[in-house]
């Protein structure tokens, strides 16, 4: 890992994923939660304060950048649940089949290099009838921006930890085999060609 990758880029990180435009994101889907819960990409920890502590027994978080973890600036003995936090990759995710109830993905599957691999690990461990919570950017409906995104796209990749401005999300999520029960999409205040969202549910 290059220095920046260790010390510049998780506090880019912190800070473009953790506007209000983001926030408010974040507090539509991930009070939603309940149960055994998995966290693809904690990062920062930025999804932390807005878990319900009467609905989320167990809180595990996955992320494949201690860099970026350690960047954390939230008191975890503040928390409501059991926490576990655990170094690892969302494309080979260390638990059992059928393991959680709850998986939560926020700002994470544009930056995982094998995404449909990911989701695929995301469907092998979410529990039947178990949901997952998403709310992510990608690949916007006008034209003149998704020409943005694709001409930008691989120079950006370089300089966001891999961030890919132009994923189709929701059909990614429908190719894992993961069925979309719930679907909202906008642009929400912010960088025309990183602000087109997509937020909702899915399940096995």
């Not at 709850?102 to 449909?116: E, F, G, K, R, S």
């Not at 990614?172 to 205040?189: R, V």
Request: proline share 6%; net charge positive.
């Amino acid at each position: 890992m290059g220095i920046y990758d260790k010390y510049v880029l998780p506090n880019l990180i912190q800070i473009a994923c953790g506007g209000s435009s983001f926030s408010k994101q974040r507090g539509k889907v991930i009070p939603l939660a309940k149960g055994n819960v998995l966290e693809i990409g904690v990062g920062t920890g930025l999804n932390l304060p807005f878990y319900d502590g009467e609905k989320v027994t167990k809180l595990t978080a996955i992320e494949p950048s201690l860099a970026t973890w350690k960047k954390s600036q939230v008191d975890l003995k503040t928390l409501r649940f059991e926490f576990e936090f655990i170094l690892a990759s969302a494309e080979e995710l260390p638990f059992d089949d059928n393991s959680f109830d709850t998986i939560v993905m926020t700002y994470a599957l544009c930056t995982i290099p094998n995404a449909q691999k990911a989701l695929l690990e995301m469907k092998r461990v979410l529990k039947p009838y178990g949901s997952l919570l998403f709310s992510e950017h990608g690949i916007a409906p006008e034209k003149r921006i998704r020409f943005i995104q694709n001409s930008l796209n691989p120079i950006w990749k370089q300089f966001s930890g891999g961030c890919n401005l132009n994923r189709n999300i929701p059909k990614l999520i429908e190719a894992s085999g993961l069925k979309l029960t719930n679907l909202n999409e906008m642009h929400i205040p912010g960088w025309k060609p990183g602000s087109y969202n997509y937020w909702g549910r899915a399940t096995k």
